[in-house]
């Protein structure tokens, strides 16, 4: 059995940069409620050299039990220790420009991330999570937790469940694998999942620095301040930097690169928020490569006329829709798609050719087309009257229906990122949107977006 190996990245992973490998322990496993108690911190720098730092953490909380026995940090150990606050310069130091690595990483950068912000500070980092790593090094393990990477590569030793044991693991995992499988496929694998971005020339240096990782909207600009696109992200500091990883550009990444001289991003509390305004500020100022976002002024509605006759139906852009949004159905994504649709339904349920328009009679009582090869009941030689005809076309449009709406009035929803102390009050009307107390014109991306989170989070909404 080999004991506590030695601790050490190999030369071909140092040349991606510093690495600060990490180890948390903490009151619970929830980042927004929970506190850390404790922090190990293993910097690796460029000539191989290592910086060690680790303290007991007061969480100013009391411990919970089975954390106790899990951990062996009791209350009485962290009772003098030094507060986040205490240690935060020194916690920065250790971080600063380096690849923020842990086992399960997102836990450990979600602690860090809320002690900093408690004290009101932002925190960001590139994190590389090893947990990830061997899942790409090794597709075929069975488990690729820490207790199963000691036992797999026999990494003894180390005291498991206190930060710095578990950092000295992780580092000590890395390590291994390089010799396993070969350097260059461990240095492939971490750019591959850090996204390592090759910066365009026309860019500064540090373009890429402050993003936050947060959700929002983001704007690339070419020569004399065109927008060249604007996307939407969960996390814009992960999404806009996998524009310029090597190996994850498409050609439209490519040619962005090209042009790209300036980036902006507007953060938001939620995607819901950043699927709004993303949609907003293509319409408004049409970015040259948001080729189908930009179609969406093709996108329209089906309304049935008022009447009990077979009139055909009327096809409506969301700009001609008004206040009423009874029988109206969609939204399609242009006029041609939603003719090829209802001839389809038509097939499907025996609709009749020329009351949908698809044909018109040289005569009374004339026959469609369909109703000549027995697909029509007959609303055009009187078959079916013409309010039996209207009735099946309603069914059959029926899942497309837009709905009453479901308030008396105006509708909030707040959207929260209690990470980064945000929260966005979204207010709609009649599955419109309304900004500054005025209801906007009907537009068919807020319906759709509006329609589809209702659906799935009816009860963050309330009456306004």
């Keep these: ?61 009391a411990i919970p039990a089975e954390i106790q026995a ?69 597709p075929d393990a069975d488990g690729h937790g820490l207790d199963a990477l000691i036992d797999r590569h026999k990494l003894h030793g180390f005291d498991r469940h206190r930060a710095m044991g578990d950092t000295e693991a992780t ?10 499988v070969g350097e260059d496929v461990v240095k492939a694998a971490v750019k591959s999942l850090l996204k390592t971005p090759s910066l365009p020339a026309q860019l500064p240096v540090d373009a890429l620095k402050n993003i936050p990782d947060c ?20 996390h814009l500091r992960e999404r806009i930097r996998a524009h310029f990883s090597s190996d994850h550009m498409t050609p439209n990444d490519i040619r962005l690169s090209q042009e790209l001289t300036r980036i902006e991003w507007l953060p938001t509390a939620g995607e819901f928020s950043a699927l709004l ?37 009327q096809w409506l852009s969301a700009a001609e829709i008004g206040e009423s949004h009874a029988d109206l159905y969609g939204p399609f994504s242009d006029k041609s798609s939603a003719k090829k649709w209802l001839m389809f339904a038509a097939r499907e349920h025996q609709l009749c050719d020329h009351a949908l328009g698809f044909s018109k009679p040289r005569s009374d009582a004339e026959p469609c087309f369909a109703r000549q090869v027995g697909r029509c009941y007959g609303a055009c030689d009187g078959g079916e009257t013409a309010a039996q005809h209207r009735a099946r076309l309603r069914a059959a449009l029926a899942h497309l229906a837009v709905p009453a709406w479901p308030f008396s009035g105006e509708a909030v929803f707040e959207e929260r990122d209690v990470a980064n102390d945000r929260c966005d009050v979204l207010v709609f009307d009649r599955w419109c949107a309304v900004s500054g107390g005025v209801r906007l014109p009907f537009d068919g991306d807020v319906y759709r977006l509006l329609k589809r989170t209702m659906g799935k989070t009816a009860n963050k909404f309330r009456e306004a």
């Excluded at 949609?279 to 009990?308: I, T």
């Design 1 to 61: 059995m080999t004991e506590r190996l030695d601790i050490a990245l190999p030369e071909a992973l140092r040349t991606l940069g510093e690495f600060a490998f990490i180890d948390v322990e903490t009151t619970g496993a929830k980042p927004l409620e929970d506190r850390v108690t404790e922090i190990a911190i293993i910097r690796v720098h460029g000539d191989g050299s290592l910086t060690r730092w680790q303290s007991l953490i007061n969480p100013g909380v």
């Design 70 to 138: 899990l951990t062996g940090i009791t209350n009485a150990m962290v009772r003098d220790a030094p507060s986040f606050f205490d240690v935060r310069d020194a916690v920065r130091q250790m971080l600063e420009g380096a690849v923020f690595v842990a086992h399960n990483a997102r836990f450990d950068y979600g602690f860090i991330k809320n002690e900093f912000r408690r004290i009101a500070e932002s925190f960001t980092a590139d994190v590389l999570c090893t947990v990830r790593l061997s899942r790409k090094l090794y």
């Design 171 to 180: 580092v000590a995992f890395v390590g291994v694998a390089a010799d396993d």
């Design 215 to 234: 959700s929002g909207v983001y704007l690339f600009y070419g020569v004399n301040d065109l927008p060249l696109y604007i996307g939407k992200a969960k």
């Design 277 to 313: 305004l993303e949609a907003q500020l293509v319409k408004e100022r049409m970015p040259l490569h948001n080729v189908n976002l930009r179609r969406r002024d093709k996108l329209g509605f089906y309304r049935l006329p008022d009447d009990e006759t077979n009139a055909p139906m």
